[in-house]
């Protein structure tokens, strides 16, 4: 049997690349592949790439069949910055996508699916417990209500998932990662930590100097600090939900596993290369507008325990395997 993975970007191809090191057959499902990008890491004897729409449930039920998939890992979506100009396909896609999923897989019988969900939700939790926020968080529905489209399409999701389990008895199981960054072709456009990310790297990585200066980007650090998670890592969650048996709970938070201040994320760019020239802007202050952050690390107890996951990359070694990817990919 093989596994379909819709959306075939940053996470997506992250966690194809997982589970084909695992020795299965990933499906990657998206409208737009990026075949030169995928080709480049994937097998394509083992790995295969559908073109198809996520809101197509007819394509979908097709391709379920047709691949012999009997798991699903949802990730196709639009994220912060192109939701801002295009705000009802987001809803659109990031919603009526998660509907589609969830019906391919009721009238198809698929055993379980994933979702990539996103931390972002916890912009609408009143408190934050001490070790972090908690998957079952507290809110006031309106006084603390999400500010951006971007969570209430991914919380929308999560909910349109849970329903489906519980009503129609789809085996359902979601994640929200933290900010995520990793291998991909060119710039990044959709998550915020992988274009800061891509801005502290790629210039250093070939010997060119980076001037920080883009307050979309700063503003990330308004609150502080991040959590950034490896892309990698983000494939191996998605991967270990797939399977993970008995599961207690069906809401996962899955972190880096440590909150961390720009300068620590500066000092590990440098310790991998040496020399980097990187200038920061002062203008973090008076950034306007940026993608969504939350003020406090996640909780990833639940993960650790229900699905085993564990970080292979802590901020160093992250930094090194997606520096080495933009040099030998130029
Ligand atoms: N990147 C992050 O930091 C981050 C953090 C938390 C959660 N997430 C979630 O993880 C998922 C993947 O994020 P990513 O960074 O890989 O995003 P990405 O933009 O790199 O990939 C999304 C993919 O979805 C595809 N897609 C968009 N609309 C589609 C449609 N109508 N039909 C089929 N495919 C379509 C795009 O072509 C793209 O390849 C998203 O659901 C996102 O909300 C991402």
């Known amino acids: 049997m093989a596994i379909l993975i819709t959306g075939a970007g940053m996470i997506g191809s992250m966690t194809a690349w ?5 020795g299965e057959k990933p499906v990657l ?6 075949h030169d990008f995928l080709s480049s890491f994937l097998d394509y004897g083992t790995a295969k790439v ?16 047709s691949e012999k998939i009997d798991r699903i890992i949802h990730t196709a ?8 100009s295009r705000p009802f396909a987001a809803v659109t896609v990031n919603i009526g996508g998660a ?4 019906e391919a897989a009721r009238l198809t019988g698929v055993k379980r699916v994933v979702l990539a969900s996103t931390t972002a939700v916890y912009e609408g939790a009143a408190t934050v417990p001490p070790g972090g926020y908690e998957e079952d968080y507290e809110t006031r529905c309106l006084s603390n209500r999400q500010k951006w489209l971007y969570p209430v399409t991914k919380h929308a999701a999560e909910q349109i998932g ?13 994640l929200r990662l933290c900010g995520a960054f990793g291998w991909w072709k060119g710039r990044p456009s959709g998550a915020g930590s992988a274009m800061l990310m891509h801005a502290l790297v790629s210039g250093p990585a070939l010997g060119r100097p980076v001037v920080l200066d883009d307050p979309w980007i700063l503003k990330m650090f308004s609150a502080g600090k991040l959590d950034l998670l490896y ?6 969650a998605l991967s270990l939900a797939c399977f993970a048996p008995d599961l207690k709970q069906k809401v996962y938070n899955v972190s880096g596993g440590r909150f961390l201040d720009l300068g620590e994320i500066i000092a590990a760019v440098r310790k991998v290369i040496p020399g980097a020239r990187i200038t920061l802007s002062d203008r973090i202050a008076q950034s ?21 996951y564990e970080p292979d990359f802590d901020i160093e070694n992250a930094v090194r395997d997606y520096c080495d990817w933009l040099r030998r990919s130029g």
């Open 50 to 65: 559908v073109t198809g729409d996520i809101l197509d449930v007819p394509r979908l039920i097709d391709t379920i069949h």
């Open 77 to 84: 979506a639009l994220a912060t910055p192109e939701i801002r």
């Open 18 to 22: 997982r589970l084909g090191q695992k």
């Open 288 to 308: 306007p507008s940026g993608p969504t952050v939350i003020s406090d690390p996640v909780n990833i107890t639940a993960a650790r325990m229900g699905l085993g």
């Open 99 to 102: 509907a589609a999923v969830m």
């Open 162 to 174: 849970l329903v489906y389990a519980d009503a129609y008895g789809v085996d359902f199981i979601a």
């Open 29 to 34: 499902y998206d409208m737009a592949p990026q």
């Open 231 to 236: 892309a990698k890592d983000a494939g191996k």
